[in-house]
């Protein structure tokens, strides 16, 4: 294809797109703007409605085709309830908060249109949806989001599609128990006194990956982490069972237990095996 072709091709798509007025609920934060950013690239109408905006709801969010919820897990079904109240039924409504079975079943129960729950399995310093997974929780009237499924895999972005249930079953040991691992491994760096610099003149690969996965975890905003380890009963539960599978194992390296830790490796590798 000539370049003036795909010109012409790409001129043509973006003048097929019905541009939309959208909302986006805690639009001033990373992920907000992130969002905002890739909605506006491409001549959509997008608002933000921050705390300090709430006067103007009925504005933002009565007149909007779509609202996106972004906020802290903690605060996410209150600010849905509230927000629900100024909501007409031809508006879409999703979040994109990392827990599903709440969220979903509060939008489901206070709003009367379309509903949907996505997670984006990606922090806010990515620069567009290119390489990036964004998990789709359908819920009512999923049609009303195809647009916006697609932009997302037009930029090359892979969606999976998963229930509620089964995506936060997953996320505990996706999310949860590997934040705690690694915000653990980083206080106890930090109590040692490691020289992180030095110790990465020396390193392997996988060592170097893990220090750069560490360090992204302490550039977060420490609520988020906080958040995101205690965000259901579940995930402090299997962070809890994790620490006593430390404990237990732990036992066996203090005792020099080499053969009961060559059986815990052999029992245990079949899950891995694949």
């Not at 964004?134 to 819920?139: A, L, S, T």
């Not at 647009?147 to 509620?164: A, H």
């Amino acid at each position: 294809m000539s370049l003036q072709s795909q010109l012409n091709l790409e001129f043509t798509s973006i003048n097929q797109i019905k541009f939309r007025r959208i909302t986006i609920i805690g639009g001033r934060g990373r992920m907000g703007k992130l969002f905002a950013e890739q909605l506006a690239a491409i001549g959509h109408q997008v608002n933000a409605l921050g705390q300090q905006d709430w006067d103007d709801a009925e504005q933002l969010l009565s007149q909007a085709e779509l609202v996106i919820i972004s906020v802290p897990i903690e605060y996410t079904v209150d600010v849905i309830k509230r927000a629900a109240k100024y909501l007409t039924p031809s508006t879409a409504l999703c979040d994109i908060t990392s827990i599903k079975i709440q969220p979903t079943q509060a939008m489901l129960t206070h709003h009367n249109g379309a509903v949907m729950g996505l997670h984006p399995m990606f922090g806010p310093s990515v620069s567009s949806f290119s390489e990036q997974k964004v998990v789709v929780c359908p819920g009512r009237n999923d049609d009303e989001f195809q647009w916006l499924l697609d932009l997302i895999e037009n930029q090359g972005g892979e969606l999976i599609t998963s229930t509620p249930e089964e995506h936060d079953e997953m996320m505990v040991f996706i999310q949860a128990t590997q934040h705690f691992y690694r915000f653990s491994l980083g206080v106890f760096f930090a109590q040692a006194n490691v020289d992180i610099e030095r110790s990465l003149l020396m390193s392997s690969p996988s060592y170097r990956q893990e220090i750069e996965i560490i360090k992204r975890l302490f550039r977060q905003n420490p609520s988020l982490c906080v958040d995101i380890m205690l965000a259901t009963e579940e995930r402090c539960q299997a962070i809890n069972d994790l620490a006593d599978t430390y404990g237990r194992l732990a036992k066996l390296v203090v005792n020099k237990d080499r053969e009961a830790l060559i059986k815990e490796f052999e029992k245990n590798k079949v899950i891995f095996s694949g």
